[in-house]
């Protein structure tokens, strides 16, 4: 029995100095740290399924109203500047009449005034600051 326990002890006391380690290594997987340009498509494709925040799940609607509401802000424009070219053109053509002077739509600021051998429009966008000149020839 004497002879078990001390054959036991020296087994596992051998086993604890036989197991050795290695040392540890550190691999990046993401290629923006130095890991391998091969997993860049499954990082992209694994946060593109994670992503929360994606614009066809309609989480704000505070966000919505406000693009609804530029949207139709920008159509209602669109709807005055094609009147406006409508008008226009016609006056080209001897359809109406538009007269010298200055017209405001929205944030559109528009001035009229005759040049030399022709009629001279000058647009500018208050909101964004860009502005446009259009000559229309052969007006007297």
Partial sequence: MKLFY????????????????????YKPINPA???????YQWLLSSAAAQNQFDNN?????LS???NSLSN?????????LSQLSTKLFG?????????P????????????????GGLLIKILNTSTGEQSEIIIPGQN
Avoid: C, H, P, W
Avoid at 33 to 39: A, M
Avoid at 57 to 61: A, C, F, V
Avoid at 72 to 80: A, H, I, K, P, V
């Fill in 6 to 25: 001390t054959t036991t002890i020296l087994f596992l006391s051998t086993i604890g100095f036989s197991v050795s380690g290695q040392q540890l290594v």
């Fill in 33 to 39: 740290f130095g890991g391998d340009t091969f997993n």
């Fill in 57 to 61: 799940n309609g989480l704000s609607s």
């Fill in 64 to 66: 919505s109203n406000s």
């Fill in 72 to 80: 139709f802000t920008d159509s209602l424009n669109r709807q005055l």
């Fill in 91 to 99: 006056n080209q053509f001897g359809e109406g009449e538009l007269k």
């Fill in 101 to 116: 002077g200055t017209y405001v739509f929205g944030s559109m600021y528009l001035e009229v005034t005759q040049a030399n």
